[in-house]
């Protein structure tokens, strides 16, 4: 399932033009993540995705669904997309119930159901808090709820909006981790974030918005290496990317991993 | 000469049975910039609010030790006057805005309204404040027109202008964006630089590792460790607790590993130090 | 975020330098007269006589006037028609149609009661366009009103845009999640629960934040709080006030021998 964006044109009522032209082509199980400052079109673009905003002009095709065309519950089985705030949405008496609102949405199977809530659960580490009251856990677990409320729905594509804002060391890990398992079983992420490194760590992708326009799209290899253009959105690259080239290593650096090969090459 | 003293103290909220915080002792000094550090449910916010006064005043509970700022042990006081002594700051900059004022500067005065400071006396105190932290530009603005970054700051100088003699600061950028979580620290590493006594919890090590004097490790609502930025930061104790570690720290201790970091160097926290290390 | 947290216009008018306590006890004086002179055609000379060109010295005209054909004009009149149809009372019956009956009486009652509603809300709002809630907060606490009952209404008046955005907020994210809000009427009430119940439990969390907050600006201070801005209260404005009450009460003794 691809995501087409066409040429989208966005004006929010009261007249803020918030995206002009923008075209990007998403391919099934492709990691991305958008970066850009507060106003740069980040959250506007994203909400098109599951038919939450309409185009002013353009068009945004899910697959072979257009967002004009069809309701964001519909669409909502192919796009999950996970809000900021998880106080935004509980409303469940257990984390299970809450969890299962999504698949029930869908009208799924009871079976189906308890095997969706099921691996959900494992996924964020919260099995064995089932039964408990959403708002009895610390609201570290709550954004873990959350997040499992929608991958549940188990769709194609899932949408991350801010995930580690004021979140821990123990839950951007925890994120992490669901992101990678997700690509492993070839869905699409999307992320909105200002955490660049968590960014260049979990995404392949990395598309820069300024202005409501996209500045840059390409592997994260390369355009996190673009110092200067992403300035202009103010987006500082990560802090190994940063190091690697003080220390004139030439390639674009995105992880440990990459960057202590990178050291061992300079060492030989 | 110590400003805040802690000793063996122990809470635990209403209706749970593990505590809070566990015989935590300490000590700061006048001037002192302390960081603490610690993953979530270590006892951090609850170190907040004890040293605000709002554990036990506000949040019932057991407290038992002693809490002690400028000499005067909480039990024995009231809400209203240590307020006065401790000012707190937190996350969420919507929620520190009263409502109850139709601009910034009204706003800041908000504080001196409810003190009872004299009408002459507010207006310069509030314009000496929004000097001190660089807001009096936005003096006459509304303060929900503005961005996160300028509210925090607004929350900032509101406490900051009923002059408390501790400054507490719970993750005062973690809902900020980039440049908010700049503007923020620009403004706490003047304050600090005046000799401004402040407690801030903070998760973005690099920046604690360049401004703060000393760092407090709190683990399980325990002091784990109490020291120098750069010797706490780079431990092995915070590895595997779910501290958040600096990448340069975590890079530069598995680069040690494989033989890429000169043996005899203490880890790095912050860029420039990495720098310096790896060139050898 | 909402820069606008009150229905409040600042302006350089007659009405916004009067008290406003003084603003209050307008309020309250208009309605009373309009719901006790026992003179039929009271409500609509209070809105007409009285409140429109006070409207126009307080500068707030178009507001108001804008307020009252888009708000209260539609609300009240629904009202009317309500109360005429389902509130019968009376003998002459002038309209029939199947169960529905309309007698001339409740016709006349009915818009006695709507013209009243009118006058109360339309008093009201020209308070409200005219006056800004932290210094009539100032004004009452200044006057021995408990801190925690101004928190009360401060923090109620906040709530309302706070909770138009999250509200937003909620639905997109229910949405997101496959929750149907349009169709059927079952749908709709299904649709309910999802929505408030993160409203309210949401809301909880920030009103201990938001407490805290207040308290750490001194709020609960028990010494006497100084304002900023001087309000006055002038003796125009104690004269005002007594006016106001003094017809009131002739307004209630004319009541009382007119039945």
């Known amino acids: 399932m691809n995501i087409e964006v066409n040429n989208l044109d966005y004006t929010y009522p009261g007249a803020v033009q918030a995206l002009r032209g923008v075209s990007i082509t998403i391919q099934a199980g492709e990691q991305v993540a958008i970066v850009g400052q507060n106003g740069s079109g980040k959250t506007t673009l994203v909400k098109h995705l599951n038919g939450l905003l309409q185009p002013t002009s353009g068009t945004v095709m899910i697959g072979e669904l257009d967002t004009r065309k069809v309701s964001v519950a519909k669409l909502a089985r192919h796009v999950g997309y996970v809000f900021q705030n998880p106080d935004e949405q509980l409303f469940c008496r257990t984390v299970g119930e809450e969890i299962a609102f999504g698949p029930r949405n869908f009208g799924f199977d009871t079976q189906k159901i308890e095997n969706l809530v099921n691996d959900a659960l494992q996924l964020v580490e919260l099995t064995d808090k089932k039964d408990t009251n959403p708002y009895d856990l610390s609201s570290t677990w709550r954004k873990m709820i959350a997040l499992a409320s929608i991958l549940s729905m188990d769709t194609d594509c899932v949408i991350l909006d801010e995930p580690t804002t004021g ?87 995105r992880n440990q991993e990459e960057f202590l090969s990178a050291v061992e090459k300079l060492n030989m | ?89 937190f996350q969420n900059p919507f929620n520190q805005i009263s409502g109850a004022k139709y601009s910034v500067f009204e706003e800041i005065a908000f504080g001196l309204e409810n003190l009872g400071v004299p009408r002459e006396e507010i207006n310069p105190r509030v314009e000496q404040a929004l000097i001190m932290t660089g807001i009096d530009d936005l003096a006459e603005r509304s303060p929900y027109s503005l961005s996160g970054g300028q509210q925090q700051r607004v929350a900032l100088t509101s406490i900051l202008v009923m002059q408390p003699k501790v400054l507490v600061l719970d993750e005062p950028t973690s809902q900020l964006d980039p440049i908010g979580t700049r503007e923020v620290f620009g403004v706490i590493r003047s304050l600090a630089e005046r000799g401004i006594t402040v407690v801030m919890v903070e998760h973005k090590v690099e920046w604690v590792a360049q401004f703060a004097d000393r760092v407090v490790a709190l683990y399980e609502g325990q002091v784990l460790m109490d020291g120098k930025p750069r010797e706490v930061l780079t431990s092995d104790q915070l590895v595997g607790k779910g501290f958040g570690i600096s990448r340069y720290t975590s890079t530069a201790r598995e680069a040690a590993r494989r033989g890429l970091w000169p043996k005899k160097s203490e880890l790095p926290v912050t860029l420039d130090e990495a720098i310096t290390g790896f060139k050898k | 975020m909402h820069e606008r947290l009150s229905f409040y216009l600042k302006r350089d008018s007659l009405l916004h330098s009067l008290n406003p306590l003084t603003k209050l006890t307008l309020a309250f004086g208009l309605t009373f007269v309009a719901f006790l002179s026992p003179w039929y055609w009271t409500p609509q000379f209070v809105v007409l006589i009285i409140i429109i060109p006070l409207s126009i010295l307080g500068r707030i005209q178009r507001e108001y006037i804008f307020t009252a054909l888009r ?32 007698t001339r009486e409740s016709l006349s009652f009915a818009f006695a009661n709507a013209s009243r509603i009118f006058a109360m809300i339309s008093s009201f709002t020209l308070f409200l366009l005219t006056t800004h809630p932290s210094e009539l907060m100032s004004d009452l606490t200044r006057r021995g009103l408990p801190s925690q009952f101004a928190y009360v209404i401060i923090s109620t008046i906040q709530i309302i845009p706070q909770m138009q955005s999250k509200a937003q907020t909620i639905i997109a994210a229910q949405r997101s999640r496959g929750l149907e809000t349009e169709g059927s009427i ?48 002038t003796g125009f404005d104690k004269t005002l006030r007594s006016i106001l009450v003094l017809m009131v009460l002739v307004i209630i003794v004319l009541k009382i021998r007119a039945s």
């Not at chain 3, 629904?78 to 009376?90: C, E, K, R, Y």
Request: glycine share 8%; net charge neutral; hydrophobic share 45%.
């Open chain 3, 71 to 102: 708000l209260i004009l539609p609300a009240t009149a629904f009202l009317f028609v309500m109360q005429a149809l389902f509130q019968p009372i009376g003998k002459t019956i002038i309209f029939q149609f199947w169960f529905l009956h309309i």
């Open chain 1, 167 to 253: 979140q821990d060391a123990a839950n951007v890990a925890r994120i992490a981790h669901v992101v990678s398992e997700l690509k492993k079983r070839g869905k699409t992420v999307i992320t909105i974030t200002h955490d660049i490194d968590f960014g260049a760590e979990n995404f392949d992708r990395v598309i820069a918005l300024a202005k409501g326009q996209v500045l840059v799209d390409g592997p994260a290899g390369s355009v996190l290496g673009e110092t200067e253009i992403l300035a202009q959105t103010y987006v500082d690259p990560p802090q190994l990317t940063r190091l690697g080239k003080r220390l004139g290593i030439k390639k674009t650096v």
């Open chain 2, 1 to 89: 000469m110590a400003i805040v003293n802690l000793k063996q103290v122990t809470y635990t909220y209403p209706l749970t049975d593990t505590p809070a915080l566990s015989k935590v002792d300490l000590q700061i000094k006048e001037g002192e910039f302390l960081a603490i550090i610690g993953p979530n449910g270590s006892g951090k916010s609850t170190l907040c609010y004890t040293l605000a006064g709002f554990i036990p005043h506000f949040f019932k509970g057991e407290l038992e030790g002693s809490v002690e700022v400028a000499e005067v042990e909480t039990k024995s006081s009231t809400l209203n006057e240590w307020v006065m002594n401790v000012g707190l700051v």
């Open chain 3, 186 to 233: 079952f749908k709709r009430i299904g649709a309910l629960v999802p929505l408030v119940g993160p409203l309210v439990f949401g809301s909880l969390v920030e009103v201990e934040e938001r407490a805290i907050a207040i308290e750490a600006r001194g709020f609960t201070s028990t010494r006497k709080k100084t304002s900023l801005r001087e309000i006055r209260d």
